[in-house]
C-alpha cells in the first residue's frame, strides 16, 4: 500500500540550532514530493518540491533547504532555525497523475523558543 | 499573483443542518480543483475533486459545486455531524503539473 512517513511528530528546538525532518514515501516509485508549512491557525505554504532525485525546486526564499537523497526520501533541513520557523511542516506526494491531487503525511510540529 | 482565497474564515452550523464553504479563485487557467479537510493536529485530507469541464460533483454526503464564469467553487456538507467540525481547504492546479495553490481555510464548527 501507499504511505508516506514523516518524523519526528514534533519537535522542540532553540533558536539557532539546527533542523532536519524528514519525510519516506512507500509504495510508489519516482513520485513528485512537496514540503509545505502551515502557520498557526493559517493556510499551507509551498516551501519545496523535487521531480526527482537531487531535483529541487525552491517557492520561497527562507533559511530553509530541501535534499533528496533518494527516489523515496525528502528531507527538510536548516542550518540556524528561526522563531518565525515555527509551525506545522507537511510532506506530500501527488498520488493521482495528471490531477495535482496531493496525499499528505500526519506532519511534524516544529516549535522554536 | 494568482490566488485561491475564501470568502468566510468561520462558519458555525448546528448538527443536521447542511453547511456550505465557499471559494473563489482567480487564475482562470486552472483547470482542477480540490476540497481538503485538516482535523487538528493531522494533515489534509482529501475530500472530493472536480474538473473544470464539469460543474457539480456529488460524493458521500457531499457536493462540490464549480461556477467558472464567476470563478467560485463550494463545497456542501449534508446533514453535517460533530465529526464535520476540522478546517476545510480548496486548492487548485493547472493540468497537474503546477503544484496545487491552497486557499486560506474556513473552520467549521458543528454545534451539538
Known amino acids: 500500500s501507499q504511505t508516506i512517513h514523516q518524523w519526528p511528530a514534533t519537535l522542540v528546538q532553540p533558536v539557532g540550532s539546527p533542523l532536519s525532518l524528514e519525510c519516506t514515501v512507500e509504495?510508489?516509485?519516482?513520485?513528485?514530493l512537496y514540503w509545505y508549512r502551515q502557520a498557526a491557525g493559517r493556510g499551507l505554504q509551498l516551501l519545496f518540491y523535487?521531480?526527482?532525485?537531487?531535483?529541487i525546486s525552491s517557492e520561497v526564499p527562507q533559511n530553509l533547504s530541501a535534499s533528496r537523497p533518494q527516489d523515496r526520501q525528502f528531507i527538510l533541513s536548516s542550518k540556524k532555525l528561526l522563531l518565525s520557523d515555527s509551525g506545522f511542516y507537511l510532506c506530500a506526494w501527488i498520488r493521482k497523475a495528471n490531477t495535482g491531487e496531493l496525499f499528505f503525511g500526519e506532519g511534524s510540529r516544529l516549535t522554536v523558543l | 499573483g494568482e490566488s485561491v482565497g475564501l470568502h468566510l474564515p468561520t462558519l458555525s452550523v448546528q448538527e443536521g443542518d447542511n453547511s456550505i464553504i465557499n471559494c473563489a479563485y482567480s487564475n482562470s487557467a486552472s483547470d482542477y480543483f480540490i476540497w481538503y479537510k485538516q482535523e487538528s493536529g493531522k494533515g489534509p485530507q482529501f475530500i472530493i475533486d472536480i474538473r473544470s469541464n464539469m460543474d457539480k460533483r456529488q460524493g458521500q454526503r457531499v457536493t462540490v459545486l464549480l461556477n467558472k464564469t464567476v470563478k467560485h467553487l463550494s463545497l456542501q456538507i449534508a446533514a453535517t455531524q460533530p465529526g464535520d467540525s476540522a478546517v476545510y481547504f480548496c486548492a487548485e492546479s493547472f493540468s497537474g503539473n503546477t503544484p496545487l495553490v491552497f486557499g486560506k481555510g474556513t473552520r467549521l464548527s458543528v454545534i451539538a
Open positions: 523535487s521531480i526527482g532525485i537531487d531535483q
Open positions: 509504495g510508489t516509485s519516482n513520485p513528485n
